[in-house]
């Protein structure tokens, strides 16, 4: 199948085989929740990740009433920034790779992200709310794994 328009043409071709149920991938309920301002949280993201190293992550420590972000691990450069965060369970900690984190926030059209969490290694879900305890805005859901963390 293709498509042309305006001098550019793409082109798409069906693939048979076996795809991933991508649904079954999304927890039914998430335990731990944390609410963030969005644009809070994409701007802390960017300013730590700075300093992360090729290929590492940004650390996200959630506590009740903030969320630190953390980056670096060489005594030369290391960034730490809390921001206010709202979160419902217990206090919980992942790391994410910065440009996938960007990238789903990015896509978010609300004040308010979501992350429904339900282990440290499983993957976590973004969705957006317009306010906190709000409903959530259902045209968009992001999942994204968490890094292991090294002990």
């Not at 929740?33 to 992360?52: G, H, N, Q, Y």
């Not at 190293?53 to 450069?77: C, H, I, K, P, Y």
């Not at 990238?103 to 059209?109: E, I, K, N, P, T």
């Amino acid at each position: 199948m293709g498509f042309e328009a305006a001098g550019l043409t793409t082109t798409s071709l069906l693939m048979d085989g076996d795809y991933p149920q991508v649904r079954r991938l999304f927890p039914d309920e998430s335990p731990i929740t944390a609410v963030v301002k969005t644009t809070d949280l994409i701007e802390a993201t960017r300013r730590v990740s700075l300093v992360a190293e090729r290929n590492s992550s940004v650390r996200l420590a959630f506590v009740e009433g903030e969320v630190t972000l953390d980056a670096g691990q060489s005594d030369d450069a290391q960034a730490s920034e809390a921001i206010e965060c709202d979160l419902s369970g217990d206090a919980i900690t992942v790391a994410f790779n910065p440009q996938y984190l960007l990238d789903g926030l990015g896509a978010l059209s609300t004040e308010y992200v979501r992350l429904g969490f339900t282990q440290e290694t499983k993957p976590v879900e973004f969705v957006g709310l317009e306010e906190p305890g709000g409903d959530v805005v259902a045209d968009f859901r992001y999942l994204l794994v968490p890094i292991r963390i090294q002990s």
